[in-house]
């Protein structure tokens, strides 16, 4: 099984970015899942969680800009940031509770990180 987070990029404050993070191989389903960042010099945090049940919970900074979502057919979880700051600026990473359809086993993964850059 593996994550593959994408659509990081280069943005101006104020604007909008919709990362995705998209599981491959032995995939049964999805059920939990997070976005967490990583700004230089700062300790990893999460940004926002969704349970199985669809349940969101976002980190105070991001509430109300930020929109985690699940896609249960395409195995896909997204993130959509809007009203971008320049204190987004960090490297993103998704990561998963993953039923692997071989063994029906619940495992953790984490996604290679993406980066966002939000220029002033």
């Known amino acids: 099984v593996q994550l593959q987070a994408s659509g990081g990029g280069l943005v101006q404050v104020g604007g909008s970015l919709r990362l995705s993070c998209a599981a491959s191989g032995s995939v049964f389903s999805i059920n939990d899942a997070a976005w967490y960042r990583q700004a230089p010099g700062k300790q990893r945090e999460l940004v926002a969680k969704i349970t199985n049940g669809g349940s969101t919970n976002y980190a105070d900074s991001v509430k109300g800009r930020f929109t985690i979502s699940k896609h249960n057919a395409k195995n896909a979880v997204y993130l959509q940031m809007n009203r971008l700051k320049p204190e987004d600026t960090a490297v993103y990473y998704c990561?998963?509770?993953?039923?692997?359809?071989?063994?029906?086993?619940?495992?953790?993964?984490w996604g290679q990180g993406t980066q966002v850059t939000v220029s002033s």
């Open positions: 990561a998963a509770e993953i039923l692997d359809s071989g063994s029906y086993n619940l495992n953790d993964y």
